[in-house]
Nanobody, 125 residues
Framework: QVQLVESGGGLVQAGGSLRLFCAASGRTDINYLMGWFRQAPGKEREFVAAVGWSSRSTYYADSVEGRFTVSRENGENIIHLQMNGLEAVDTAVYYC??????????????????WGQGTRVTVSS
């Protein structure tokens, strides 16, 4: 079992920045791909970004490439999502997720092993 707890959401003006955190506990010895999804009101949950737990390879959705940065904190079971240049369309609940591979996480129908409870990000225009 892996437990994921997000933090760092909030209200920010368009053009601003926020940093999200996901703390992992439990079976963190397994080489999961750790990622972020988001779900805006009335929309489906979508992939945002991911980082390999050991490899630290990174993956991004086209909509956030160049604005968001995903990383793992050195020596800690924490991943970050640094969000810059936020836009109103980035308003959503952001979820931390763990999957066994990029193929599973980024599939049309993602196969996610663990989800966090979500943290809300609101961008005012």
């Amino acid at each position: 079992q892996v437990q994921l707890v997000e933090s760092g959401g909030g209200l920010v003006q368009a053009g601003g920045s926020l940093r999200l955190f996901c703390a992992a506990s439990g079976r963190t010895d397994i080489n999961y791909l750790m990622g972020w999804f988001r779900q805006a009101p009335g929309k489906e949950r979508e992939f945002v970004a991911a980082v390999g737990w050991s490899s630290r390879s990174t993956y991004y959705a086209d909509s956030v490439e160049g604005r968001f940065t995903v990383s793992r904190e050195n020596g800690e079971n924490i991943i970050h999502l640094q969000m810059n240049g936020l836009e109103a369309v980035d308003t959503a609940v952001y979820y931390c997720a763990a999957a066994l591979s990029a193929a599973q996480m980024m599939a049309a129908n993602p196969r996610i092993d663990y989800w966090g409870q979500g943290t809300r990000v609101t961008v005012s225009s």
